[in-house]
């Protein structure tokens, strides 16, 4: 049986092409779980897999997607049966495994979540590896005992896909937040989702070097990296944590010990893709119930997987509003 998926292939040197394929099912389905997607979403990583990054995919041809939600048709363990409706995100998908850019993907039993009650297939893809990031982020929030009550959380890339899900995730549960945008036009956005100010990305990026500048927020979920966070990390006020996950600006780090030594604040890494599976099936139940923003249905942009390529080249300009819903279902 013959299946479509998005393919990125090296046709020289550094040099990239991708293209829909049909392919061979029999030998995608190498793993425990063959699941028939309905949805994935398009996250940043995926866009510079599918234009040849060997960072993140190391052998081509590959097909991209972090992101997979569907239905499974076989499956080698009593674990997860053939109907069961699951959730792929992150570990190896879309990396060196083919990814959620297809109407299929087959993958090992320890990476599958069985769709929780209260979530919708499309909903979960909505979420996508952006909503378990923030959640992860949330959670560590919480682990330090930053509270509604500690002060104002600052979200930095806020219109892009763990930005503004992280606004509205902090706004469902009661923080104030601040979102930090390069595009103060989509503020009517940001205030929909639950975003209390919106500063502009300049107001976030300092040039004087200070070692510490003034308090500004309690805590931060930092999506860009580079000197963006280090005005961040000396912005927080005593005891505060920052949440270090993307790299948009930059990988480049610049900072002095005074905010660590002066005022406690935290810098913690967050890894979503390698997170252990219970404490992804414990985020993802937040996240279907009290977590879950009466927002979320409006926040993603609905597309054919057929028509992705325009959507890969927008992410990677930076021009990602919300979220990307790629519908993986194709009438052949
Ligand atoms: N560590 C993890 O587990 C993990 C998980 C998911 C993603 N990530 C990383 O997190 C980052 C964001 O991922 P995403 O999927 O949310 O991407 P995205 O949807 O493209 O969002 C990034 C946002 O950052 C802002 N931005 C873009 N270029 C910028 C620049 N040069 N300087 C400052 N801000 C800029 C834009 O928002 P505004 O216009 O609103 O400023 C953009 O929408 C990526 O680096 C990704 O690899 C890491």
Known sequence: MKYTAFVTEEIDDNLYTSSFKELDLDKLHV?????????????????LSAKGHKGITRKYPHTPGVDAAGIVVKSNTNKIK?????????????????????????????WVIELPEDLTLKESMIFGTAGITAAICINELYKHDITPEKGKILVTGATGGVGSISVAILNKLGFEVI????????????????AREIIARDEVFDTTGKPLLSRKWAGAIDTVGGNTLSTVFRSTDYHGIVCVLGMVESTDLNINIFPFLQRGVSLIGIDSAERGLEIKKELWKKLSKDWKPDCLNSMAKEVSLLDIKPEIDLILKGGQIGKTLIDCSIKH
Request: glycine share 12%.
């Open 179 to 194: 979102a930090s945008t390069g595009k103060l036009d989509k503020s009517d956005f940001l205030k929909s989702i639950g």
């Open 82 to 110: 053939v109907g069961d409706k699951v959730v792929v995100t992150g570990h190896d998908l879309g990396m060196n495994t083919n990814g959620g850019f297809s109407e299929y993907v087959s993958v090992p039993i320890d």
């Open 31 to 47: 793993n425990d779980i063959l699941i028939k997607l309905d949805w994935s979403s398009l996250n940043y990583k995926d866009a």
